[in-house]
């Protein structure tokens, strides 16, 4: 089966997978994040998602897409600046995202914004 991008509501795709823009800690995020959980049974992803745990930058788990057309959910944690967390610089933060994938010989493409 080929690669193919879609363009369309990501809770209304028929995929093997989708991918989602995890928050670090457990927690349902605003909007596409939102939707998601919504979609797929939030109670269920929530419960699926706190069996994971604390997803640091760099890192991914995957869960049951549950209710959604997809068979499962990647989340990915992507670089994040907040109150309690914070780096000196843009490049510090992307450098760190980028080591963690180097150690772990994955690619992650950028899913958050700072």
């Known amino acids: 089966m080929p690669f193919q991008i879609i ?3 990501i809770t209304k795709v028929k995929a093997d997978a989708i991918v989602n823009t995890a928050n670090p800690n457990v927690a349902v995020g605003d ?4 939707a998601i959980y919504k979609a797929a049974g939030k ?3 929530l419960e699926a998602r706190k069996k994971i745990g604390l997803l ?10 549950f209710d959604l057309d997809a068979k ?3 989340h ?11 780096y000196a610089t843009k490049e ?4 760190a995202s980028s080591q963690i994938c180097l150690e772990r010989r994955i690619s992650i493409p950028p899913t958050s914004s700072v």
């Open 56 to 65: 640091m930058p760099g890192e991914v788990a995957i869960t049951d897409a």
């Open 72 to 74: 499962y959910i990647i």
């Open 76 to 86: 990915a944690s992507g670089p994040y600046i907040s109150k309690n967390r914070t």
């Open 7 to 9: 363009r369309n509501d």
């Open 43 to 45: 109670e269920k992803l």
């Open 92 to 95: 510090e933060d992307n450098s």
């Open 31 to 34: 909007g596409v994040d939102s």
